[in-house]
């Protein structure tokens, strides 16, 4: 789906007047989550967008058990890199309506035996159709300490839409919103919190 640039611009005005720093987080959990993000990309010295977004993809993953992983959509060849690393019987790769995989056929969530999900990875192609297959047939799967990563989440409204629903969906407990991406966590022992943060 395309970018709609005055959505976008709007978003990116309010992420910037809301986001917080690292300093201001006062719950060790969320610092320390935070740190580690930044660390990775410090470590690293990725050079592209991409590369900092298909990092901190494998920094999240890491998070998690990583036993059941869902990718939906197609993502660039950096993130590729880094699900090629996972043993293939863990990682369910679904296309999109909009996107292809070469070689994998579109597959209904509802048709695969999924078992619980630690960690899933959403692309920006969704439409809403795909996006409401997510909500009914992964996100119940979900493990209890699983966590949701959601590239380009103010790109477009379906997008913004979908990132607003897992905001207020009461089986999340903290979400991270770093503008180009977000991350929702399940487990979360403080209140349910939604930040807006930098990278």
């Avoid at 201001?24 to 930044?38: D, T």
């Avoid at 379906?158 to 180009?180: C, E, H, P, S």
Wanted: hydrophobic content about 40%; glycine content about 4%.
């Amino acid at each position: 789906m395309r970018r709609n640039v005055l959505h976008f611009a709007f978003a990116y005005l309010k992420h910037w007047l809301l986001k917080e720093d690292r300093y201001s987080q006062q719950s060790p959990f969320i610092f320390s989550v935070y740190q580690g993000a930044l660390d990775c990309l410090k470590k690293e010295t990725p050079s592209t967008k991409e590369e900092k977004v298909a990092l901190l993809v494998a920094y999240f993953c890491q998070l998690t058990a990583a036993n059941q992983v869902l990718e939906l959509g197609k993502g660039n060849e950096t993130s590729a890199k880094f699900f090629n690393q996972i043993p293939n019987e863990k990682v369910y790769r679904l296309p999109t309506t909009e996107s292809s995989i070469q070689g994998i056929e579109p597959i209904p969530l509802a048709n695969l035996e999924l078992r619980t999900l630690d960690f899933a990875l959403i692309h920006t192609q969704l439409n809403q159709s795909d996006l409401q297959e997510f909500f009914s047939h992964a996100l119940p799967r979900m493990h209890p300490q699983g966590v949701l990563f959601l590239v380009g989440i103010h790109e477009n409204k379906v997008m913004n839409a979908g990132w607003k629903k897992i905001q207020a969906d009461t089986r999340i407990r903290l979400t991270l919103d770093f503008f180009d991406f977000g991350v929702a966590f399940l487990s979360y022992s403080g209140p349910k919190t939604n930040l807006n943060l930098s990278y």
